[in-house]
């Protein structure tokens, strides 16, 4: 927070990566100080650590993102987080979503339920696709993304990825999706805490994600309720 709207300094990754900036470094050096002393054995998968294949020999991997989210930062927005995740064997059993300018803090894991602020939370309960109201950015509801039909959908947007599938295991939205390749530090969290909250989440084709893989990158992501995800993958894979 000492560097949030406080003018921090901003380099560009290039290609489609975005902004890096040193509180995204900072952040990353200190969890990983901690984390790593606190669980020598784990592997460590980070957007702000150079990737390598080490994490792949080991069963059990922390994946975080520093801060998801960075150019909402830069600009002094509040809607950025922290996305902390433990994957046992590439499944996910504990994640931590949290929003420092707000003070909002999203948890779950296996063995405890989606919790928003230590309070119990739940997906939408629609049953339908259209009409929902879905986070997600314009570019995904272009005609070629769904050869079933674009549905008919009202479109909202906040700039976290953990965040959005956060508001949509809260059920403040009706889902979220993005049919880009999606990194794994980005929803690694946010999809435990989403299906905990009774959401089905998958990738865009409809398969069960799987983490600490080769790429860390998932093919897009579906957060929906069971009715409206169907519906989903139905327009999204047709034949």
């Known amino acids: ?9 901003v380099w560009d990754k290039g290609g489609e990566h975005g902004p890096v900036t040193e509180a995204d ?13 606190a669980r020598p054995d784990y592997g460590w998968l980070s957007e702000e650590t ?4 080490d994490r792949l020999a080991v069963d059990t991997v922390f ?10 930062f830069v600009a002094g927005e509040e809607t950025w987080a922290h996305s902390l995740a433990v994957a046992h064997k590439g499944k996910v059993t504990a994640g931590v979503v949290y929003l420092p300018a707000i003070d909002r803090i999203y948890t779950a894991s296996l063995t405890a339920p989606a919790l928003k602020d230590g309070q119990l939370i739940a997906v939408s ?7 929902a109201n879905i986070l997600t950015t314009k570019a995904n509801m272009l005609p070629e993304k769904w050869p079933g039909g674009v549905p008919d ?11 959005r599938m956060c508001l949509a295991a809260e059920g403040r939205f009706d889902g979220m999706l993005t049919l880009r390749d999606a990194w794994e530090w980005d929803i690694a969290a946010g999809a ?3 299906e905990r909250a009774g959401a089905v989440v998958t ?6 994600l799987t983490f600490n893989s080769a790429g860390a990158q998932a093919k897009g992501v579906l957060v929906l309720p069971p009715g409206p995800h169907a519906e989903a993958v139905a327009r999204l894979t047709v034949a």
């Open 63 to 72: 994946i975080i993102d520093p801060i998801d989210g960075t150019r909402a």
């Open 203 to 208: 990738d865009m084709t409809g398969a069960a």
């Open 125 to 131: 309960g629609r049953d339908r696709l259209e009409g």
């Open 25 to 37: 470094l900072a952040v990353n050096d200190m969890l990983k100080a901690k984390l790593l002393a």
């Open 192 to 194: 435990l805490i989403a």
């Open 1 to 9: 927070m000492r560097y949030w709207r406080r003018d921090p300094q």
């Open 153 to 163: 959908i009202i479109r909202s947007f906040r700039a976290s990825l953990a965040y």
């Open 50 to 53: 150079p990737d390598n294949t």
